[in-house]
């Protein structure tokens, strides 16, 4: 049990168009999901927090307009790169805290933009 | 303020051998959670361990051991008798409770185990 399932698995797109990533969590409800970005060869960093049915709350240095979040139900959280460029090519990770267990993190999503 | 430390960037030993990942945290908190999480080249993270702060007891899971003293603020993690399937990045984690549950990582310590 208690597993998040995160899609895709990894994306290309074009320099200035925008990617969506999903995170899912699929067999418990999540009000709270963390999103990370990790560069290569360096350690996750938190980017936000997602709030199911409120605001997203961004860690500090991290854009709110570059990095859209919306968790509009208990099992969904979704990660919009707006405007993608070089530079936010990465892998991005999402994770849940079901109750009664430690974190579960999604698969991850490594995002390249060209 | 929170913070882990992994001071050892990248270490190699070979096949067999016994390794020792350090790692040290910083917190005000009093309950706080630390995790252990191994990242192999395909980069999902796997989950090896979770220690809340109230417990000091270590533990060993087949070749894993853990050793966790709050006087050092150390949550060491020993690999005996490696395997080349052990290599992989490895993450050691905090959470304090009152932070809204969020993990901070170090950043890593990248494991080569050669055969």
């Known amino acids: 049990g208690a597993v998040v399932s995160q899609h895709p698995s990894w994306v290309i797109c074009k320099s200035g168009t925008s990617v969506k990533i999903e995170c899912r969590s699929l067999d418990f409800q999540a009000t709270t999901m963390f999103w990370y970005r990790q560069f290569p060869k360096q350690s996750l960093m938190l980017m936000a927090t997602?709030?199911?049915?409120?605001?997203?709350?961004?860690e500090q240095g991290v854009e709110k307009d570059k990095f859209l979040i919306n968790h509009a139900s208990l099992t969904l959280s979704t990660l919009t790169v707006t405007s993608a460029h070089p530079e936010d090519s990465s892998f991005y990770i999402c994770s849940a805290r079901p109750r009664g267990y430690g974190y579960t993190f999604g698969s991850g999503t490594r995002l390249t933009v060209v | 303020a929170q913070k882990v430390t992994q001071a050892q960037t990248e270490i190699s030993v070979v096949e067999k051998e016994d390794v020792t990942l350090d790692c040290v945290y910083e917190?005000?908190?009093?309950?706080?959670?630390l995790f252990w999480y191994k990242q192999p080249p395909s980069g999902e993270l796997v989950f090896l361990i979770r220690r809340n702060s109230f417990d000091e007891q270590n533990e060993i899971s087949g070749r894993y051991s853990w050793n966790f003293q709050k006087s050092t603020s150390s949550f060491n993690f020993t690999i005996t008798a490696s395997q080349v399937v052990d290599s992989a990045v490895y993450f050691c984690a905090l959470s304090e409770a009152r932070r809204d549950d969020k993990i901070i990582f170090g950043k890593g310590t990248r494991l080569h185990i050669l055969p």
């Open positions: 997602s709030n199911e049915g409120s605001k997203a709350t961004y």
């Open positions: 917190t005000r908190d009093t309950t706080y959670y």
